[in-house]
């Protein structure tokens, strides 16, 4: 029976942290290691190599929807716990695993237990807080994410740097998470016969749903370059590209995770739609000095724009679906969000190749994206100013 006098307490804040940690780099913890991979399965191509850190997105475009529907069936609780069990076995498979294939179908695997924490965490976060605390909290989550992109991707590096395989048991982080969720949380009171009295009256503000899924796609697609790309571009510069992309992967995650901590401050002061612009020209920002740099203090300070850039993303993202989205679809709603989210991150991968064959270099691949992305972030400035000069529309 549910305890309805349950809240949450600050351990049950600390473990929906440390899930929220594997929604944007779970499927990526193992980038550092992509060239040690290919030296490994050299008849593999590099698009093929990439559908490691890929195929998890796939998987959850796939069934993120359902995966949401099932949360608000069957509860957030059992559906998180569940997924953490997936995350683990299917994660730390690759370290065991000796053909590329069976590796490729452990990811698979993977991203479908992903897609049930993105789903379940962002939902217990939106049933658990509200109004000014939901908001420092999403901006904790994207913190979150941010010591995520920390911890995995300077911990695959390092283990990467022993070897490439030893980079997957950093998804035995999962069994930690798991006991610490059975114990600190409890599944939020729902009391059905309101929800189905009340369903008939819902309305779904679909069209800004829809904008905001196309700005989190579009965000993902270039925020991939990093894990997917950024490995083989340390390598062009430095010839080092597995401990050192690690480590500066980690700075970036380093720099999103202090954004996501002040974030309450800076979102009542600046528009939601002035803060996305702000995101894709940092990140458009960033990547424009990739292309330029030939050293390594040039790539340090770009890493940490990106950083900034996504830190501003994804709470962004997040505190309008939850401001906007309706209780009992609720868990439908953040399916889609991961849903958006993980295409993104798949799709990077195709949409790099026709532009890697025409810039001839990763460095020369890192501007053109770039410039796009400050483009897109300009559209926004422009949507910004509409907005101020018509307060209905927003």
């Not at 048991?169 to 309101?194: A, D, R, S």
């Not at 203090?297 to 990106?306: G, K, Y």
Request: charged letters at 10%; a positive charge.
């Amino acid at each position: 029976m549910q305890n309805r006098t349950f809240r949450p307490t600050r351990w049950t804040l600390v473990f929906l942290l440390l899930s929220s940690m594997m929604i944007l780099m779970g499927g990526a913890a193992v980038a550092p290691a992509l060239p040690e991979i290919s030296s490994a399965f050299p008849e593999a191509s590099e698009a093929i190599i990439a559908l490691i850190i890929s195929l998890p997105s796939l998987a959850i475009a796939c069934t993120g929807f359902i995966i949401g529907a099932v949360v608000d069936r069957l509860g957030r609780i059992p559906v998180l716990a569940i997924s953490l069990v997936i995350f683990t076995l299917a994660g730390i498979s690759g370290f065991f695993l000796t053909t590329l294939p069976a590796i490729l179908v452990g990811r698979f695997i993977l991203g479908i237990g992903i897609a049930g924490i993105i789903s379940a965490t962002t939902s217990l976060i939106t049933d658990y807080y509200n109004g000014p605390c939901r908001v420092r909290v999403l901006g904790y989550q994207a913190a979150a994410m941010g010591v995520g992109v920390l911890i995995l991707d300077t911990s695959g590096g390092l283990l990467a740097g022993i070897s490439w395989r030893m980079s997957f048991l950093i998804y035995g982080l999962g069994l930690f998470i798991l006991i610490g969720t059975l114990i600190t949380m409890k599944e939020p009171v729902k009391k059905q016969v309101e929800i189905i009295r009340d369903a008939p009256k819902t309305k779904v503000p679909v069209a800004s749903i829809a904008l905001i899924y196309l700005t989190l796609f579009m965000g993902m697609v270039f925020f991939f370059l990093m894990p997917t790309k950024f490995p083989y571009l340390v390598s062009e510069i430095s010839g080092d590209s597995v401990i050192l992309s690690g480590i500066l992967l980690g700075v970036m995650g380093c720099f999103s995770a202090l954004i996501g901590v002040f974030y309450w401050r800076i979102a009542g002061k600046v528009h939601r739609v002035m803060t996305l612009a702000l995101s894709f020209i940092l990140l458009g920002l960033g990547y424009c000095l990739f292309g330029i740099s030939v050293s390594l203090e040039t790539l340090i300070i770009a890493v940490m724009i990106v950083g900034i850039g996504n830190g501003l993303l994804m709470p962004t993202i997040l505190g309008w679906l939850g401001l906007i989205t309706p209780p009992p679809v609720m868990g439908k709603v953040m399916g889609g969000y991961g849903m958006s989210l993980n295409l993104g991150q798949f799709l990077c991968s195709f949409a790099a190749v026709p532009i890697l064959l025409v810039a001839a270099s990763y460095g020369h691949m890192f501007l053109i994206f770039g410039l796009i992305s400050m483009c897109i972030g300009v559209v926004y400035v422009v949507g910004y100013l509409h907005v101020r000069r018509n307060p209905v529309a927003a």
